[in-house]
């Protein structure tokens, strides 16, 4: 099922496939916390959990052939941008028929059937790789977008800055989504950046918009539509700030909101309008078709063969 | 008449053959469209191919480095470089923590077939951080090829197959002391693993395990060698660093009982490291005397003349230590000397 690219860019997708795209990665989301005790899955797992919205309206709103390069937090969008479940499931399980085969685990999902070409855990790395993608279609004159989407600590790379000069410069159909969960780990926002994304942005003359409510679900898909389009167009690239929440501790399937580094109200604030939840009468009814799904997903995984131990020495070089 | 060639030519020719054999090639880093074109070997590509598909770079090697990732990912050849293997450093996180694990990461699903050069320097003062030879780091790595072509014809065959036929990422070390060189061009046809040892000069009494333009010193040193005292090394140019296969150094440790391993970069977890650690596993009762090395002394390289000439090895360290595996320590003998070596050696003078 190629779940989340119905709307394909051209009409605006619709609130109830928004909102089950986002309810689907809720629910397998918090699958994997069920699961995670029992330790069938053994590797870290850093949950989408307060970022399924946003990644429902991005993978919406992209058209077949244009790709995303994201980070570790990345079942979100693997779910979203059409990735199989019952391989990430597997994956996770660190089975042969996993996405990867095992090698991968939860940290570098990809789908490149679906666009998703690469997830990686050292922060902003694939912010460059996003550019490279946008060189070549643009050198082979392509109607295609490559989107980066990370986190707000990694505008603080370098390599963050080094992106927005050279795709600026050579003006790369390229979109830097930046993720703003105001946390880095446990770090908070304002001990980390003394620049506003917009400010930094506008030095590069790079075009710069933000969703201020990652929860909206057309709001955002809304808001995302003509900074993609722009780049499509040839406009350049673009920065794209969604503000949202993360409702759990950094890695892990915990919470932490007793840890005293941020304010439980910060969460509850979100958390009273997510639509995941207060829409309760749409969730009951797309639940059931969701829920069998994810039963099939942990049923494959739970199926898959252990990978042979030869696996070790494949595709090293 | 034998056909000759300089390491630069070949390099120049191997940078437009790949650009006209590919039309998704890229050759792009600081300094490719200047009017120095990295010493020449990509000056005129920037017109020939358009600056869509050679282009000089800001001084952002991280995001540069990315650059050839994605454009890989979409079925481009990039070749970046660097006109000194320092600055490879500035690109160490994408180099080791995406390029070298894209393939294996995510289970084959990607090959990033790429290409990175980068020229060590020597000579006339580079100093500490403009003269490092850093293959070590590279080969440590696993995903990664590291090749130091040591002529113009393993430039000619090497750079031909990383862009026709490999498909993964390979990274080069050019020295700049080899660029002036003129080299035979073998009439014979490239060997059929470019990615191999190459067998340099065959021997009896010594073998010589040598890299990039250590692999000159070595041939110098065995032709004194043999016209002086009848010794005759074998030196094998390593070539590949991270080649699998070292049969043809343990074949011929196993003929000649003696090993000398001389590199452009530091001994310990280097090369000599790596090679004596390659015959310890395999086969250490080979050896008829201890090994010996031949590499720059484990310092940063001083800047001063003189003290440049005591941080290197050179031809007059191959034919000392050969002489001790040989002949047994305190050999004795006259070493070239330093008129003699200055004749034999391309150094290069001038700040660039």
Redesign the interface.
């Known amino acids: 099922m190629q779940a989340g690219r119905g709307g394909a860019g051209v009409t605006a997708p619709s609130y109830r496939e928004l909102f089950r795209q986002a309810l689907r990665v809720r629910l397998a989301e918090l699958k994997v916390a069920e699961i995670y005790p029992s330790d069938k899955i053994q590797s870290p797992v850093h949950l989408s959990l307060g970022q399924e919205h946003h990644a429902a309206a991005l993978a919406a709103s992209l058209l077949p052939g244009d ?1 995303v ?1 994201t980070t570790y937090r990345s079942h979100a969008l693997y779910l979203a941008q059409g990735g199989d479940m019952k391989k990430m499931f597997a994956e996770l399980y660190g089975r042969a028929g ?7 685990g939860s940290m ?1 999902l ?1 789908a ?1 059937e679906a666009g998703l ?2 997830s ?1 855990a ?1 922060v902003g ?15 082979k004159n392509e109607p295609r977008v ?1 989107v980066s989407v990370t986190g707000d600590g990694s505008t603080e790379e ?2 963050f800055s ?2 927005l ?2 795709s600026s ?1 050579k003006k790369l159909p390229v979109v830097f989504v930046v993720e703003n969960n105001g946390l880095a780990i446990h770090a908070r926002i304002e001990n980390r950046q003394a620049y506003r994304l917009e400010a930094l942005a506008g030095a590069y003359g790079i075009r710069y918009a933000m969703a201020p409510d990652g929860f909206d679900l057309e709001g955002v898909a809304a808001a995302f539509a003509p900074v993609l389009a722009a780049s499509r167009a040839g406009e350049g690239p673009a920065v794209f700030e969604i503000k949202t929440c993360r409702y759990l501790q950094h890695v892990g399937v915990d919470g932490d909101l007793d840890k005293g580094y941020r304010c439980p109200r910060e969460v509850g604030d979100w958390r009273c309008r997510d639509p995941l939840e207060t829409d309760a009468a749409l969730a009951d009814e797309l639940r059931p078709e969701i829920e069998r799904e994810i039963d099939e997903a942990v049923a494959f995984a739970e199926a898959s063969p252990v990978p042979p131990a030869s696996d070790t020495f ?4 | 008449m034998t056909a000759t060639m300089t390491y630069r030519e070949a390099l120049k020719l191997s940078m437009r053959d790949a650009m006209v054999s590919d039309p998704g090639c ?1 050759i792009y880093g600081l300094g490719v469209t200047d009017f120095t074109g990295i010493f020449g070997t990509t000056l005129g590509l920037e017109k020939e191919f358009g600056p ?2 050679v282009f000089d ?2 001084l ?1 090697e ?15 050849y ?1 070749i970046h470089i660097h006109i000194r293997n320092d600055f490879t450093l500035l690109t160490m ?2 180099v080791v ?2 390029i070298a694990k ?9 090959q990033l077939p790429l290409l990175i050069r980068s020229v060590v320097g020597r000579s006339w003062g580079q100093g500490a951080q403009h003269s490092q030879s850093l293959q070590a780091l590279f080969a440590h790595v ?2 990664l ?1 590291v090749v130091m072509p040591a002529s113009a014809a393993s430039v000619l065959d090497t750079y031909a197959h990383a862009v026709k036929k490999f498909k ?1 990422p390979v990274i080069s070390l050019e020295h700049r002391l080899l660029y002036d060189y003129s080299f035979n061009l073998p009439d014979a046809p490239p060997p059929a693993d470019p990615f191999a040892p190459r067998l340099a000069r065959a021997g009896r009494d010594v073998t010589v395990v040598a890299v990039s333009s250590m692999v000159i010193d070595a041939l110098h040193a065995a032709d004194y060698m043999s016209r002086e005292a009848g010794i005759e090394a074998e030196v094998i140019d390593l070539h590949c660093l ?1 080649a699998r296969d070292l049969g043809l150094v343990l074949s011929s440790v196993r003929k000649t009982g003696r090993l000398l391993v001389a590199d452009t970069g530091w001994a310990s977890y280097g090369v000599c490291a790596e090679i004596c650690r390659a015959v310890a596993v395999s086969d250490p009762g080979a050896l008829k005397a201890p090994v010996a090395e031949a590499a720059p002394a484990h310092a940063p390289c001083p800047t001063a003349k003189a003290l440049e000439n005591s941080f290197y090895p050179d031809m007059g360290t191959v034919v000392d230590k050969c002489y001790s595996l040989a002949l047994g320590p305190g050999h004795g003998r006259p070493l070239p000397s330093e008129e003699f070596k200055r004749k034999l050696r391309k150094e290069f003078k001038g700040p660039f």
């Open positions: 790709q390069y996993g996405i990867s085969g095992g090698k991968a570098h990809c490149p070409m690469g990686s050292i790395a694939t912010l460059p790789h996003a550019m490279g993608a946008a060189y070549a279609f643009k050198l490559a370098g390599v080094e992106c000069n050279f410069l494949k595709d090293v070089i | 890229l869509g598909r770079t800001p952002s991280d995001a540069m480095t990315g650059l050839a990732v994605g454009a890989a990912l979409n079925g481009l990039p996180n994408q923590n995406s894209y393939r294996y990461m995510y289970g084959g699903l990607f696993p995903g090829t993964g991270t």
